[in-house]
């Protein structure tokens, strides 16, 4: 079961590497970037509601179920096995001009390698299957959690924080 534990996991540069455009006199759709992402995109995608409510905005009546569903619909994709969070249809024909991605990309190179140091090495065995489940798990949870806890003021803070 841990045979990869000492696989080694791409680190943000490469990644960027791979979200630069191919050829900059064309236009990139943002679903391009979206399978360069692969399932990292699961982490800023789960990260997002859960900042949401962890801010003084989580006090708002229905702001925490609506990120509490958020974070549970994401977490479910991740159960499914889903290689990349689903966004719809309209989010992915985005298109934006190839030059000015390569400008972007290449500006946050040099912060993406800082970044690297802080972000290597890693528990690579929390890759597995089953481990992502847990976690999927959890955070789905935490997502469910979050819609009675609206009830008191800031009580959604506390899964939101765990997520």
């Given at each position: 079961?841990?045979?990869?534990?000492?696989?080694?996991?791409?680190t943000?540069?490469?990644?960027?590497?791979?979200?630069?455009?191919?050829?900059?006199?064309?236009?990139?759709?943002?679903?391009?970037?979206?399978?360069?992402?692969?399932?990292?995109?699961?982490?800023?995608?789960?990260?997002?509601?859960?900042?949401?409510?962890?801010?003084?905005?989580?006090?708002?009546?229905?702001v925490?179920?609506?990120t509490?569903?958020t974070?549970?619909?994401?977490?479910?994709?991740?159960?499914?096995?889903?290689?990349h969070?689903?966004?719809?249809?309209?989010?992915?024909?985005?298109?934006?001009?190839?030059?000015r991605?390569?400008f972007?990309?290449?500006?946050?190179?040099?912060?993406?390698?800082?970044?690297?140091?802080?972000?290597?090495?890693?528990?690579?065995?929390?890759?597995?299957?089953?481990?992502?489940?847990?976690?999927?798990?959890?955070?789905?949870?935490?997502?469910?959690?979050?819609?009675?806890?609206?009830?008191?003021?800031?009580?959604?803070?506390?899964?939101?924080?765990?997520?």
């Open positions: 079961m841990f045979k990869e534990t000492g696989a080694r996991s791409m943000l540069y490469e990644l960027l590497g791979k979200m630069q455009p191919k050829n900059t006199t064309d236009v990139m759709a943002f679903s391009e970037f979206w399978n360069a992402m692969e399932k990292r995109g699961f982490g800023p995608m789960l990260a997002l509601p859960a900042f949401i409510a962890a801010t003084p905005i989580g006090a708002i009546p229905g925490p179920t609506i509490g569903v974070i549970l619909l994401i977490a479910m994709q991740i159960l499914l096995g889903r290689r969070p689903w966004l719809p249809a309209t989010i992915m024909k985005i298109e934006m001009d190839a030059e991605i390569e972007l990309v290449n500006k946050m190179k040099p912060v993406a390698v800082r970044f690297d140091r802080f972000l290597m090495p890693r528990w690579f065995f929390m890759r597995q299957p089953v481990f992502r489940s847990l976690i999927a798990l959890s955070c789905a949870a935490c997502g469910l959690l979050m819609v009675p806890l609206e009830l008191v003021p800031f009580m959604g803070l506390i899964p939101a924080f765990a997520v």
